[in-house]
């Protein structure tokens, strides 16, 4: 055991930053990361075990003990739920003999949840040992226990592939792109390299020029000018980074999946361009575990562009250097947030990093370092390709060119759809097949839970922004017990308990909509509510903790009555204890609590 252990460390050359990379090895290879591989890798790296310990509990995917043979992750999104994932989990549990959070006797098999993975068009969807499976209903189940009891390989489990690349021979997923609607940005004809050669011959500065006069602004859902960031971080001193942030973890979320998946060489581009653009020779993918099925493929793709010469020394004979790797994620949803996904690549629990200063600043290694996602990076391709005025002719005068939608829940044709900023939620709805809707989700559980009287309103940076979450909710579901209450257990799970607001007044208000579903609240509760929701906004310091309580603030706001129906006038003792709770909540993330004199 020792032997192999120091052979994966060996083969991250020996580095604290690659603290992560070893972590998520020692899983794969002893199905757990055990306290004597965590002394080990301490005292091989130098590292003391507290800081070993700390990343390793971070993290959704490293275990203590050893998980099943067969690992099994079913994702509980709002639009799993939606979709049939009570029957899953019952014909899971009936087969497996256990429940969900537990591991057969024989440790074969062990059943987990897990966040969104990024298939909400195709739920409900469960990864086993890293191997995605989707539209998962009792049948598929009995035949993949089946096939475990057997002890069948999980790809042998495999019967159907997707579309597109998903097909390709080092993906063969049974993924489905869902390509709906294919624009001329991201999704239209592309030849690899057009724009690489182009920018060469433009120049460092007329590049950052062309991308700040197109109005490029971030697509991840923050919109930040990114011909901005990167002429910040070109004024900065120091080695120059370039990360490409594919950790698209906001439920309802998978545009940048099929990007990954058939746009790869034109975000390693990208990347390129901008590497060029700031003076940076190397470039990070950092890509999320639960994408882990396409890391092969993209590393084949990496060496396929270098062998074209689009990426390594000396770039198309033009003295330019630049080369890209893959950092994986290993589960955590806050690692999205840019300073919290450099903290991530430099093998640290993903905590989000005060400001000032920003990455561009103070990034990767204390280096100037710019963040952008996989939708930025490919539009920038064709902006070089094409031009700013090309780019601009489209969206509207604050939100330039087009944006990917990822589209799901109660609608005809879920799936990927690249249209112009400026639809409106009434024109998307058609497009999409979409009947006697209650609400939309824009920009998922962080966003906002709009209503029909609303349908009117643009999806644009200036009316109703988006990452790309766009969840389509039925007048016959519940929408506080299935959407809201979801979703705040979902923030409550996925905070990174650096700030008391974020780990406490989550789990706090999780329990409060649980009071209201169970018919147990007063009409004081829902102003208190909406109270500590505003007190978090302006409290925790990552956009995790400032938009957390907007599935309660956005629904209160816009379905008050649903709330209303739901509580009792008279005035009773509550059953709440709020210093019970933040004491509670400060245990479950291994943190003492306050303590006031």
């Not at 998962?136 to 159907?160: D, F």
């Not at 780019?391 to 944006?403: C, I, L, P, R, V």
């Not at 329990?511 to 509760?525: H, S, Y």
């Not at 629904?555 to 008279?570: I, P």
């Amino acid at each position: 055991m020792n032997e192999k252990i120091l052979g994966i460390i060996e083969a991250y050359g020996r580095s604290p930053y690659r603290l992560v990379d070893i972590l998520l090895s020692l899983q794969k290879e002893f199905r757990c990361v055990s306290d004597e591989a965590v002394n080990i890798v301490a005292s091989e790296l130098g590292l003391s075990e507290v800081d070993v310990r700390q990343t390793k509990s971070f993290y959704h995917f490293f275990t203590t003990e050893p998980v099943g043979k067969y690992a099994v992750y079913l994702n509980n999104s709002a639009v799993s739920e939606m979709m049939g994932m009570a029957d899953v989990v019952d014909e899971f549990e009936k087969l497996c003999g256990i429940s969900f959070g537990q591991k057969t006797a024989d440790g074969l098999i062990s059943l987990d949840h897990t966040a969104c993975i990024g298939m909400n068009d195709q739920e409900p969807a469960a990864l086993i040992n890293s191997v995605v499976f989707t539209g998962l209903n009792r049948q598929k189940v009995r035949e993949i226990v089946a096939a475990m009891r057997e002890g069948k390989p999980v790809e042998s489990m495999v019967t159907e592939y997707g579309d597109g690349n998903n097909a390709h021979p080092l993906v063969l997923s049974m993924v489905k792109n869902n390509i709906r609607k294919a624009g001329p940005v991201c999704l239209g004809e592309y030849e690899t390299g057009k724009a690489l050669a182009r920018s060469l011959t433009m120049g460092s500065k007329a590049v950052i020029d062309e991308v700040k006069s197109a109005n490029l602004r971030g697509r991840g859902g923050a919109g930040f000018p990114a011909g901005l960031k990167w002429q910040f971080c070109a004024h900065e001193a120091g080695d120059r980074y370039v990360f490409c942030n594919a950790d698209e973890g906001e439920p309802g979320t998978f545009k940048d999946r099929v990007l990954l998946t058939e746009r790869a060489q034109m975000m390693y581009e990208g990347m390129a361009i901008a590497g060029w653009a700031i003076g940076a020779k190397e470039g990070i993918l950092y890509l999320r575990y639960e994408y882990l099925y396409l890391k092969a493929f993209l590393e084949n793709v990496l060496e396929e562009m270098r062998n074209q010469n689009l990426l390594g020394k000396n770039i198309l004979g033009k003295g330019f250097d630049f080369d890209i790797r893959i950092q994986l994620g290993a589960g955590a949803y806050v690692c999205g947030e840019e300073s919290a996904l450099i903290e991530s690549s430099e093998g640290k629990r993903g905590e989000p990093r005060n400001r000032p200063p920003f990455p561009v600043q103070k990034g990767y290694k204390n280096n100037p370092t710019i963040v952008n996602n996989v939708e930025t990076f490919c539009s920038a391709v064709k902006i070089i390709e094409n031009g700013a005025a090309w780019y601009k002719k489209m969206g509207t005068e604050d939100s330039s060119g087009t944006k990917l939608l990822s589209i799901s829940g109660d609608c005809k044709m879920p799936g990927v759809y690249e249209v112009e900023w400026g639809m409106t939620i009434h024109e998307m709805l058609r497009m999409v097949g979409a009947e006697n809707v209650q609400a939309v989700q824009v920009s998922g559980p962080s966003g906002v839970c709009v209503p029909p009287t609303q349908f009117n309103r643009q999806i644009a940076l200036e009316d109703l922004p988006s990452g790309g979450s766009m969840i389509v909710v039925g007048k016959q579901r519940d929408l506080i017990k299935d959407i809201v209450l979801n979703f705040m257990a979902f923030f409550e799970d996925e905070s990174c308990g650096s700030c008391i607001t974020c780990r406490s007044f989550n789990m706090i208000l999780r329990r409060q909509v649980q009071k209201v579903v169970e018919g147990r609240a007063i009409k004081p509760d829902l102003d208190n509510m909406k109270d500590w929701g505003e007190i978090m906004a302006k409290t925790s310091r990552c956009g995790l903790g400032q938009t957390s309580s907007n599935p309660i603030s956005t629904t209160l706001a816009n379905f008050r009555e649903l709330y209303e129906a739901r509580v009792k006038d008279e005035d009773f003792q509550s059953d709440f204890d709020m210093e019970k709770a933040i004491a509670e909540s400060c245990e479950a993330v291994n943190r003492p609590p306050i303590v006031h004199e």
